[in-house]
């Protein structure tokens, strides 16, 4: 896939994420313009509240995910993709269990870490729990991402774009994330895995070489 098409892919899908509680904030103002009622004006800034919350969440964490934080060549301490991935799943439907070494990983592995965090989540449709783990050895650093609940699933886009070519005709907005860690993943030589396994489990898999 072209780097415009990935871009386009990618820009269309942080705008769909972000459309919610955008549209939930400016619900919010229009309340406050409309109504006198005490309660329902405490309702409303609660709701701003919540949904300004969850945009700039969302915006931290696409950041760190997507973005070019600390630099396309630098590292990313890791203490800081955590709370962007609890920050990201604040609202209790993903029990988060993050467990790597403390320390800092070059920015494209953590690209991969934060989106494997993402596309976990969505598997969990009726929610569950998701174990993050990353174990950096003397010749290889590997990371898993596992999410185990009740219909965990992947979209069949997104694991064609993690391990098949996706033809761009074929893809969506959903499999862009899949399909950006896919170029990463080729530009510093990790190797994914994509695995629908028994319970209702997931595991995506990452092995990058030092």
């Known amino acids: ?34 109504e006198d009622d005490e309660a329902i004006r405490r309702e409303a800034l609660s709701l701003m509240e919540m949904s300004a919350d969850q945009a700039a969440n969302r915006l931290r964490f696409f950041r760190l995910a997507f973005g070019a934080a600390g630099g396309l060549s630098g590292t990313v301490d890791l203490t800081a993709a955590q709370q962007a991935a609890r920050n990201m799943y604040a609202d209790g439907k993903v029990r988060l269990i993050w467990r790597p ?3 800092e990983l070059p920015k494209p592995l953590v690209n991969i870490i934060l989106t494997f965090v993402l596309l ?11 174990t993050v783990d990353v174990t950096p050895g003397a010749s290889l650093i590997t990371v898993e991402v596992t999410s185990t609940g009740t219909g965990a699933r992947l979209k ?10 996706l033809p761009p005709l074929d893809a969506d907005a959903a499999a862009a994330p899949a399909l950006f860690i896919r170029q990463v993943a080729a530009e510093i030589g990790a190797t994914l895995t994509c ?3 028994p319970e209702n489990r997931i595991r995506l898999g990452a092995h990058v070489k030092r």
């Open 1 to 34: 896939m072209r780097g415009f098409e990935l871009a386009a892919l990618l820009s269309s899908r942080i705008c769909h994420d972000l459309v919610s509680p955008i549209s939930a904030l400016s619900n919010g103002v229009e309340m406050l313009g409309m």
């Open 101 to 103: 070494a403390e320390g």
């Open 120 to 130: 976990a989540g969505e598997a969990l449709i009726r929610g569950g729990e998701m």
């Open 156 to 165: 069949e886009q997104v694991v064609r774009a993690l391990t098949d070519d």
């Open 195 to 197: 695995e629908q396994q």
